[in-house]
């Protein structure tokens, strides 16, 4: 009977295997592309980077609930907080290719140091968004499918990249946005 549930169980993992890689690889390639697509004559979402920075805040905030949660061993809330951080990370991402879809580019203004620290945060911000999303889809399809000891493995590593991405995607709204053109 365990053989035949290790068989089903390898058999899922494979095919959210594949998922993974497909999503791993498609994501990045589509807002890549995306974001260099300009739908013309459409009115700028110019009010979603407040809207998304706000998203990218309260991801970060579920996602040390979501660390509480399993600290305490309450593995159902931690499950549903997962799953709502990665829906948030969805809403963000489709917000974010909107706003960019619909409106230029804005340059960030700041001269010195703070140059260089805005600058740095956003491309470690954009390297590991990218990084972070088969860290993402492993860890939860090893929760998902059972293989806790290899879960947590894995989850050690995606939290803080997750953690990190959702919080300096606030910080380069807050760095950016006096230069927005409202």
């Known amino acids: 009977m365990s053989n035949t549930n290790d068989m089903v169980n390898a058999e899922k993992v494979a095919k959210y295997n594949k998922w993974i890689v497909v999503l791993s690889v498609v994501i990045p390639i589509a807002v890549a592309v995306l974001f260099a697509v300009k739908i013309p004559n459409v009115e700028p979402l110019s009010f979603l980077p407040p809207i998304y920075a706000t ?17 305490k061993k309450n593995v159902k809330r931690h499950e549903l907080l997962i799953k709502f951080a990665m829906s948030l990370s969805i809403l963000f991402l489709v917000m974010y290719v909107a706003y960019h879809m619909t409106s230029d580019s804005t340059k960030f203004g700041g001269e010195g140091v703070i140059k260089y620290v805005y600058y740095f945060i956003l491309i470690t911000h954009i390297i590991l968004s990218i990084i972070v999303i088969p860290f993402v889809l492993i860890t ?13 493995k ?29």
């Open 140 to 152: 939860y399809v090893r929760g998902i499918t059972n293989d806790i000891v290899r879960h947590r």
């Open 55 to 71: 998203v990218n805040a309260i991801t970060a905030l579920v996602l040390i609930m979501a660390f509480f949660a399993i600290k």
């Open 154 to 182: 894995i989850a050690k590593i995606t939290f803080p990249l997750w953690l990190y991405v959702a919080v300096t995607g606030v910080v380069v709204y807050i760095l950016i946005s006096p230069y927005y053109n409202f």
